[in-house]
């Protein structure tokens, strides 16, 4: 007797699109065929609707402290919205704080998420020193699973900028035991003098926010990073790219045979930095900020064309109070939006339906390639036989509106109001319970379960 099985459905995988039918068995895929005829506790007409892996957001941070405030969604809702928009595993970046080692601060995040997640969860971790004692616990990090270390160029008054030096040394030490580093990639003089400037001239508002973060911030620290990975002689991924220059400069590495990737987000691939004009500016503050019309563009072509790999949200929730903090200073209105609840309808309603990229590629870039790139693959990220049955059923007719009242993050607004997308999900399955069902979260608090990672560099894409 089958657990579940999904009838009437047109699988997508990252290579292939065919009709087809799928079993499972105690968490994982058992069966894919033209048709199962096996009896089965619950069977699902998916009505010849598309059936996808379930995506994995490798970019989010639920009830995360910084800047004297902490995000908004913590693991409870932040990983309903994310079933809610088809994805069945997050990557949550714990941030040391001051004081703190880091295997204390990886102890800390499995206490906060562990009772809490609705979904399935795995982590990166954010250095904020790279001490002795920091470097030697890299080592058995990525024996816990983490397989990834964030590192900032920028946020010094915050205290987690990293210098040079120990960028390498951090980049070296996780390359050693298999690990990656990603990099936040901005130059943090040319923001500070720039930030100085325009409060000293009176600018408070948002759009200075945008102004005072311009392109040649983030492409310089890009290049700069670049540099820094060949003299460690290590792997490395840049988070939310958000210009065309600093993913021509990434790709161009690679194509040099540097191990160097990107990621975008769903904002990118949205909004344009005229955003930030009128009374909604501050719902669009996160860093690096929006860019031209220009850039969305060649984002988009970035990504069908393989130069840009992943496609995370960055989900980083702050109510409007939280943003007014900023009311009469940009630089302290808290960085960040939502997105995990939107990654899946924005690369199929502006992707797929208007013919910029393929499903196979929209899978690649939202499941496949990030549990590869963090060592889950092909328990998540694929739709094979023993892999988890992470599912989504997605109606590609479904109009919805991304409005607040329709999404399920914890803030009280939504930078997606206005924006209605064809093309949403009709079901989530995580490891084969059904999480999300036409418009319901179904899941249950704590059901989710930590995911370690497992270095292998051979299934970086």
């Known amino acids: 007797m089958l657990d579940l099985v999904i009838k009437n459905g047109k699988i997508v995988t990252e290579n292939d699109v065919f009709d087809g039918e799928i079993g499972v068995s105690n968490g994982q895929i058992v069966q ?91 982590l990166h971790l954010a250095i904020r020193d790279a001490t002795k004692e920091s470097l030697a616990q890299i080592k058995e990090l990525i024996k816990r699973g983490v397989m990834s270390f964030k590192l900032f160029t920028t946020y010094r008054k915050a205290q ?23 990099i936040h990639c901005e130059n943090n003089d040319y923001i500070e003098c720039l930030v100085s400037e325009y409060l000293a001239q009176g600018n408070v508002e948002p759009e200075y926010h945008a102004k005072s973060r311009p392109p040649t911030s983030e492409v310089e620290a890009v290049r700069r990073v670049l540099t820094l990975a060949e003299f460690a002689k290590a792997p490395m991924y840049v988070v939310h790219t958000s210009t065309a220059e600093a993913a021509e400069s990434i790709a161009e590495a690679r194509a040099k045979g540097q191990d160097a990737h990107s990621e975008t987000c769903p904002h990118y691939l949205t909004f344009t930095d005229a955003a930030y004009k009128g009374a909604k500016g501050k719902y669009y503050v996160m860093s690096p900020p929006l860019r031209s019309a220009d850039d969305v563009r060649a984002l988009w072509y970035d990504l069908a064309n393989g130069k840009i790999n992943t496609v995370a949200s960055d989900h980083c929730c702050y109510t409007l109070e939280q943003k007014d903090r900023g009311k009469e200073d940009f630089s302290k209105i808290p960085n960040g939006v939502p997105g995990t609840e939107v990654i899946l309808a924005t690369l199929y309603s502006n992707g797929v339906a208007k013919g910029l990229i393929t499903l196979q590629r929209l899978v690649q870039v939202s499941s496949s390639n990030p549990a590869k790139q963090f060592g889950l693959y092909p328990g998540k990220g694929a739709l094979s036989i023993g892999s988890d049955a992470d599912l989504v059923i997605f109606d590609p007719k479904k109009e919805m509106r991304l409005s607040k009242d329709n999404l399920h993050s914890k803030i009280d607004y939504s930078p997606y109001e206005d924006i209605t997308v064809k093309g949403y999900p009709w079901m989530t399955i995580s490891r084969g319970r059904v999480v999300y069902e036409n418009g319901q979260f179904t899941g249950r608090r704590g059901d989710g379960k930590y995911v370690p990672g497992k270095p292998n560099a051979q299934l970086r894409v």
């Open 32 to 122: 894919l065929a033209k048709s199962i005829s096996d009896p089965a506790n619950r069977t699902v007409d998916a009505g010849h609707k598309l059936i996808l892996p379930g995506l994995v957001d490798s970019h989010t941070h639920m009830e995360m402290p910084l800047g004297g405030t902490v995000t908004a969604d913590d693991f409870e809702s932040g990983t309903v919205a994310a079933a809610c928009g088809g994805v069945t595993t997050i990557i949550d970046f714990a941030m040391q704080a001051v004081g703190s080692t880091l295997l204390d601060t990886y102890a800390l995040w499995r206490e906060k998420a562990d009772p809490k997640v609705g979904i399935d969860y795995s």
């Open 160 to 182: 987690i900028m990293m210098s040079d030096i120990n960028i390498c040394r951090t980049m070296e030490e996780a390359t050693k035991w298999g690990g990656l580093v990603g």
